[in-house]
């Protein structure tokens, strides 16, 4: 690619990145239905076709924002069960970085959760089958360490829903909790998550 045309990709790039960030905080502070593309613009302090160059209405930053966490949350997910650690190493893993995810982008993901109703059917199926394939990726780690006898708990989808609910509401009381630092905070969440499985913290 000549070096002008990288350049320009860098650029548009950059620019759909600060469209990006302004609509997640916008979102987040008004809600996906509260919030226009005029009000986008004027916060950047930009015009309407500069947006539209990039996305064309909200419907599409909205799925830009859920391709995005999707994407953050699964990828490392998969990474991580597909390697040769132990069920407990690959647990501690998968679950600090899921929680650091809430912490580190705790508007985007906060967007994530509360606007899925406004997404369009296929998105929301895409999204329903992507988070049963995660879950289904956790099933069959917390029963090979059931196996290993490293695990101990009853039913296995009611306890992957016990362990999601602290996992994944992280990213909702983190912002106003002052104090304890962000660190200590991902390594005593994820602690108590693997203690609901019987794995002792990992180091």
């Not at 985007?108 to 879950?135: C, D, G, I, M, T």
């Not at 009381?173 to 962000?182: A, H």
């Not at 499985?197 to 990992?202: E, L, R, S, W």
């Amino acid at each position: 690619m000549p070096k002008t045309a990288a350049m320009r990709d860098q650029v548009n790039k950059f620019k759909q990145e600060l469209i990006l960030s302004k609509a997640i905080d916008l979102f987040y502070e008004q809600g996906y239905t509260g919030t226009t593309m005029a009000q986008i613009a004027s916060e950047l302090g930009v015009t309407k076709p500069f947006l539209y160059q990039r996305y064309q209405s909200k419907e599409d930053l909205l799925e830009e924002m859920f391709t995005r966490t999707e994407a953050l949350s699964l990828a490392s997910a998969q990474a991580t069960i597909a390697s040769s650690d132990t069920p407990e190493r690959k647990l501690h893993k998968i679950v600090s970085q899921v929680v650091e995810l809430g912490i580190d982008n705790h508007r985007l993901v906060s967007v994530f959760y509360s606007e899925e109703r406004n997404l369009p059917p296929r998105k929301v199926a895409r999204s329903k089958k992507l988070r049963e394939q995660w879950q289904a990726s956790l099933e069959k780690l917390l029963e090979e360490g059931r196996r290993k006898k490293v695990f101990s708990f009853g039913d296995v989808k009611l306890t992957i829903h016990v362990m999601l609910g602290g996992i994944l509401w992280s990213y909702h009381w983190f912002p106003e909790y002052g104090v304890k630092s962000r660190d200590l905070v991902i390594r005593e969440v994820t602690n108590a998550v693997l203690a609901i499985v019987g794995c002792p913290p990992q180091e």
